[in-house]
């Protein structure tokens, strides 16, 4: 099972970017589906962005056109660009790892658009 480390959080003013990373150990991270998710408090846990092994990418409504996912395999790492942030991006964002069997999640990093 892959072990997932998010990194990249933190706060930033409404309109402002972050890129989240999320680095992968223990599995052959080339042929994981890897998604990130957020959750917001009293929320339940959401899709924000998805990339296949073949590079294929969905995105959920709310974040279109402002995030983009990518992954660099040579690095085991996958990213998300969030651009154009608003308030209600808030959350904490989970890095997701799956494929036959089991999924891995990692520990999440916090985001907080606020002025």
């Known amino acids: 099972q892959v072990q997932l480390v998010e990194s990249g959080g933190g706060l930033v003013q409404p309109g402002g970017s972050l890129r989240l990373s999320c680095v992968a150990s223990g599995g052959i991270f080339s042929i994981y589906t890897m998604g990130w998710y957020r959750q917001a408090p009293g929320k339940q846990r959401e899709l924000v962005a998805a990339?296949?092994?073949?590079?294929?990418?969905n995105y959920a409504d709310s974040v279109k056109g402002r995030f983009t996912i990518s992954r660099d395999n040579s690095k085991k790492t996958v990213y998300l660009r969030m651009n154009s942030l608003k308030p209600e991006d808030t959350a904490v964002y989970y890095c997701n790892a799956r494929t036959v069997g089991p999924e891995s999640w990692g520990q999440g990093t916090q985001v907080t658009v606020s002025s």
């Open positions: 990339i296949t092994s073949s590079g294929s990418t």
